[in-house]
Each structure stands twice: as C-alpha cells, then as structure tokens.
C-alpha cells in the first residue's frame, strides 16, 4: 500500500470540508480523485503532501506515519493547477530546484544535477526549451515543466491538484493521454484531483467520487460507471434520467403506472430511478406513450427528447439508429426501458 | 483642412480638438507646477554664481546637515525594508486574526499629520513625556538628538516598502512558495530563492521611494529636533533656517542638492522601469 488514509477529519471554520475519510491507494496505480467543487478533493490531496493539516486521523506514506511530517521531508511530487514554476528560472533552474536545496551531504555534483535535469526534459519533450522562462511557454508546456520538476525529487508518489484544468480542450485531452502513457512507462503511484469525469474515467486506474467530505464510492471506471454505489454517483457522473417512481414487489411504477420497469435491488415504496440516456430504448408506435418533443444531433449521436405523462425523458443513440426508426418530432413511440437503478427517496 | 474635416467627421474633430486642450491643460500644470518651481531652485541658488553655490554647501552647518540626513536616512531606510518585507509577508502569505487592523495600522503614518507624529514622539519621550524622565536618568536622549530623529523618520516613511509590496505579493499567491516547500526547500531557502527574487524590482522601487521621503521629511522631523544648529538639523531643515535668515543663496544651495537627490531617484526608477521592464512585467503575471 503507497498511501493509507484512515479516518482523516478537517474542518474550515463551521465547514467539514472532511469527514472520517478511508483510503488505501495501490503501489503504482493511476487514481483519481473526483467529485464537485466543494467535496473536499482538493483538501486530502494537499493534506497528502502537506500544505493542510488535518484535524485527526492517520496518513501513511509507504507504511510511514506521516501526519506529522513537513511537506519536505514528505518527499511527494505535487503539480498545481497553475503550474506554479518559478517564473523568475528558467526551465532548466525551475526543474534543478528541489536538487540545488538539498542539504549539501545529499547534494549531487553540478554535472550530474544537470544530466538528470536534462534526462527529466527529454522526458517531458522539453529538452530545448531550458533556457526558455515559464513566460515563455504555452500551457501545456508548462505544465510538463511542472511535471518534470515533481519528479526530479524521485518522489515516491505523484500528487496532481487539477494537472489539465487550467488548459483549453484540445491541449487538455493530449496531454492527458501523454500523462497515461508516461504513467504506463515509469509506473509511479500517482493520486490526480479533477471535477471532470471524463478525465478520471479515461485516465484513472481506479477513480474515488467524492461528495461533502466523504467518499461515496471508490472503484475501476467501468465499475462507477456502470454500477454507481449512490444517488449522487448516479447524478454526477454521465447524463442520467431521474425520475420520481413507487416500488412494489421489484417493479418500479413511473408517473402513475404509465411505464413500468424491472429494478434490481430491493427497495421498495417510494423512489427514485435513475436511467442512463442509452439504456432508453423508443420504437415508433402510433397509440404509444411517449411524444418526440426534440431531437438533438452532435457528431456521430443523436438526443432525443420524450415526453411522457409530464416527464420528459432523454435517449441517446447513433445517428444511423435514429434514421433507422425515423422518429420524428412531434410522433408518438413506445419507451422501453431494460434496467433502472432505485434509491430510496430522502 | 479644418473646413472639411470637420465638414466630414465632426465626432472625430471634435474629440482630437478636446484632446489637443487636455494635454495642452495637462502640460501648462506641468510646467506651472513642477518644472518651473524645480528651475527656480536652481536659479536662485546659483545667483550669485557657482563660488557662492559651493561655499553656502561646504559650510560646517551645511555640512553637518548633509551629514546627519545622509545618516537618518541610513539607519530609517534598512530598518523599514526589513519590517516591509515582514510585514507584507505576513499579511499576504497568512491568515490570522486582526490582519485587517494591522493593515490600517500600516497605513498610519500616511492618514496622519507629520507634525502629529513628531509630537507623538515628544509626549512620549520628552522630558514631561510618559518615559522620558526614566530615559534621562538613565542618561539616554531622544528628542532634540538623533535618536529622536530617526525614530520619527522610521515611523513616517514605515509605509512605503509595505504599501508596494502587499499588493504585490498578494497577486503572486503562495503557490509557488508551496511548490518549493513540496520540492524540499527550507524556509530561509524559500524565501531567498522565491520570495524574494519574485518581488526584488517592488521592493527596490519602495525603497527608492521610502529614501526619498526620509531624505525629505520636514515636519515630524521639525519637531522632535529642537533645531540646534550644526548637530540636530537635516537638510530640509536647515534650508527653513537660512530662508529664515534671508539668506536666500545658500537656502536654495542646499534645497538643490535635495531636489537633485529627488532627480536621482526619479532617474534610477525610471531606468529600472526601463532596464528590467519586460521582468517587472513577468513578476507582476
């Protein structure tokens, strides 16, 4: 285990921004931390390197208690949101930095500061950039500079606070890709903090979805994804319909009986069904339910919108598929529905 | 010409013609203001040619005033950089309870007479002042001497490095302070390494600024010198003394030699601003 959090507490005033917090994060393992703003991400991944403190709890690093720990003796590499590079060094003297402070008996020479200096910007593809200020590099440039500075250190973890939130789309998804693949080359544990869940379900080993402190459900993508553990995961992450619905004997009735799905787990009463937009299968049928009230295309999909008995659902399909059924707006279809997720209504 | 722009394009005529009497209006403020009080200076002092000039300067109570200014200056200068840079430091990189009221506190000196702060320092240290009696048995002079100078001094030109540099500091956040913290950098080499180069050109520009005002500050400084001639008196109060005494030549001689140190610094603000333009600029985003 590279990291064990147990029970990690921390309060802002009358704010619980963490509450009891468990987690055990694998050697070598890519991990994201997601969740709004608010639930208290940001908080354990800082209180992880240490530039917060918690309240109580336990943190170890590599079987090492490490609450108690300066951040420098930590020896974690940690990537702001905004780079945070030295902007009066240049790239060369941002990433030599964390091996210049070292106490003079760790210190290496200044040949092999620079060997592993410019070993750490071949790395990052930055190699002819050293003499370059920060000023002087686009973002995703800088934020490599950032990178290679964290890892200079040989730090035993990565931590990365919203590594590709300040960049634009584009840049964002390359180097997200070029993150896991310099991942899959030098196997560090990284923990990466993120409100995007396409980011932590493409880039994550395992993803942590966190709300109000607390953490809701740690698993593979595919696992929250496809099974999430709450209410909230359900919401937060994809699109999802969410509907008002009454359980008995395992069969959810939807706005007065008018659609009727098979649920899996057993509650019962009143409820809550979440339905993702491409688990919502319509067919064209004259004397149908449903109305098409809107259909949306982007790209390669196609949304649409379906009103029925006062609720308006969303199904999502490939474009091919829709031209195959012809729905138009305004015609009447059948909804089926295969699977719905319940939770009990709060 | 006139006719037909003005035919074609009044709005834009109109707003050159406005523009044309605001910086004519802005110029002839200039002019009337600053250059001409400024050449004045220097033309009364070299009234009665260079020799006087120069005798009203190495005069023993000319120069002991350059002296004891060039001295005040010496000691208030180093003093308020360091308790700046701390000051700053800790407003901008911290939170803790009455930071508000330490920023007013800062700004003290500026909301406040100079003639107030002066006598602050009389009720305090004065003879019939709160510790002044303790400080004469114990053989220490304060008012009417330097010491009493210096501290006026301090206390007056305290806000100049601080008002430059929290602004500043606080734009530049603590994040990189933390990314070298995180890297293994101890404090002091956090602080010389980032802090300071970070905010070295606002700092330098507060001091210039806080030496100026040291080098120039009249009343607080009147109050607390009692004027004795040769031993208590700084350059611009000495030039109150000779203006008194009608001796008009050497007044401006001395007053010269103060606005010249006041050109200095402009100059070197300005080739700073110049030299290191595009860095300022960096530091600053």
Redesign the interface.
């Known amino acids: 285990m590279a990291i064990q959090v147990s029970g990690i507490t921390k309060q802002f005033g009358h704010y619980r921004a963490l509450d009891q917090v468990d987690l055990e994060v694998r050697s070598g393992e890519l991990l994201a931390l997601l969740g709004p703003s608010g639930s208290g991400k940001t908080t354990l991944l800082r209180i992880m ?3 917060e403190s918690a309240d109580s709890g336990s943190l170890q690093l590599h079987g090492e208690e490490a609450l108690g720990l ?3 003796e ?5 990537v ?1 949101q ?1 780079y ?5 060094m240049t790239v060369f003297d941002n990433v030599a ?2 091996l210049k ?2 106490p003079r008996a760790q210190r290496f020479g200044r040949s092999e500061i620079k060997r592993r200096v410019m070993e750490l910007l071949e790395l990052v593809q930055l190699a002819h950039f050293a003499d370059r ?1 920060p ?1 002087q590099l686009s973002g995703g440039q800088r934020q490599r500079v950032a990178l290679a ?2 890892l ?2 040989e730090p035993k973890v990565l931590l990365l606070d919203e590594p590709f939130g300040a960049l634009d789309a584009k840049v964002r998804k390359e180097l997200r890709r070029w993150l896991r693949k310099l991942h899959d080359d030098i196997h560090i544990t990284s923990v990466f903090v993120t409100h995007d869940q396409e980011e932590a379900l493409e880039l994550a080993d395992r993803v942590v979805v966190m709300s109000q402190g607390r953490i809701e459900q740690v698993g593979s993508p595919a696992d929250v994804y496809d099974h999430p553990a709450s209410a909230f995961v359900y919401e937060f992450l994809g699109q999802v319909n969410r509907f008002d619905c009454t359980v008995a004997d395992g069969v959810a009735r939807v706005a007065n009986g008018a659609l009727a799905i098979p649920t899996e787990n057993g509650v019962q009463g009143e409820a809550i069904a979440y339905v993702r937009p491409h688990d919502l299968g319509l067919s064209p049928s004259a004397g149908g339910p449903g109305r098409v009230s809107g259909i949306h295309v982007v790209g390669p999909d196609a949304r649409v919108e379906v009103d029925l008995a006062g609720l308006t659902l969303e199904a999502e399909m490939d474009r091919e598929r829709l031209s195959f059924l012809g729905l138009r707006p305004g015609d009447r279809c059948a909804v089926h529905i295969d699977r719905a997720r319940v939770f009990p209504r709060r | 010409m006139l006719a037909k722009t003005s035919g074609q394009r009044p709005a834009l005529d109109d707003r050159s013609w406005v523009r044309g009497l605001l910086i004519l209006s802005a110029l002839a403020f200039l002019l009337l203001f600053l250059v001409l009080p400024l050449v004045s200076v220097f033309v009364e002092a070299f009234r009665r040619g260079v020799g006087a000039y120069w005798d009203a300067l190495i005069e023993p109570d000319a120069l002991s005033a350059i002296h004891l200014t060039l001295i005040v200056a010496a000691i208030a200068v180093p003093l308020n950089l360091v308790f700046g840079v701390a000051a700053s430091w800790c407003i901008s990189k911290f939170d803790f309870r009455g930071k508000g009221l330490l920023i007013t506190l800062i700004d003290l000196p500026f909301s406040v007479s100079p003639v107030i702060s002066g006598i602050i320092y009389v009720l305090l240290f004065g003879l019939h002042g709160v510790v002044g009696p303790f400080l004469k048995s114990q053989g220490i002079q304060i008012i009417f001497a330097v010491p009493g100078l210096v501290l006026a001094t301090i206390f007056v030109t305290f806000p100049f490095v601080a008002r430059e540099l929290i602004p500043l500091m606080q734009e530049q956040g603590t994040e990189e302070e933390e990314a070298a913290l995180v890297l293994g950098a101890s404090g002091w080499q956090t602080f010389w390494r980032v802090t300071l180069p970070n905010i070295k050109w606002g700092l330098m520009y507060g001091v210039l600024l806080c030496n100026a005002r040291a080098m120039g500050e009249f009343g607080a400084v009147s109050v607390v010198s009692g004027h004795i001639r040769g031993e208590t008196n700084t350059m611009p109060l000495h030039v109150e003394i000779l203006y008194n005494e009608y001796n008009f030549v050497a007044a401006f001689s001395v007053a010269s030699v103060l606005a010249m140190l006041a050109l200095v610094t402009l100059v070197a603000k300005t080739a700073l601003e110049w030299r290191f333009g595009a860095e300022l600029a960096a530091t600053r985003h």
């Open positions: 390197a240490g530039l300066s951040p420098r930590r020896q974690v590499g940690f702001f905004h945070a590079l030295f902007r009066h930095f964390g402070v070292r200020y000023a500075r964290a200079a250190i």
